[in-house]
């Protein structure tokens, strides 16, 4: 399978930590370490880079929210907008 992500050899563009994803990336790296799944099985199975995964869980670089939306899938989950205030979400 062909990976997605910043292709080997590439080097990696110096981004700020948007702290607004970080409770996402915190809840999905949560669901891998129960899943007892490495960086690098998450990564092949969702056909990223390895690298870019670390990278990620180290807080250098942000994923891209297609990315997110990609390893939630994994784990069954979905990544949506909810409106404060609003239990279902957007009205």
Request: a positive charge; hydrophobic letters at 40%.
């Amino acid at each position: 399978m062909p990976t997605r992500g910043r292709p080997r050899g590439q080097p990696a563009a110096n981004k700020k930590i948007n702290p607004a994803t970080l409770p996402v990336m915190r809840d999905l790296f949560a669901l891998q370490n129960t899943a007892g799944m490495t960086d690098a099985a998450m990564a092949e199975h969702a056909g990223y880079n390895a690298g870019d995964v670390a990278s990620w869980r180290s807080g250098n670089r942000v994923p891209r929210l297609r990315t997110l939306a990609d390893y939630a899938s994994m784990f069954g989950c979905e990544i949506r907008l909810v409106k404060k205030g609003m239990p279902n979400g957007l009205v």
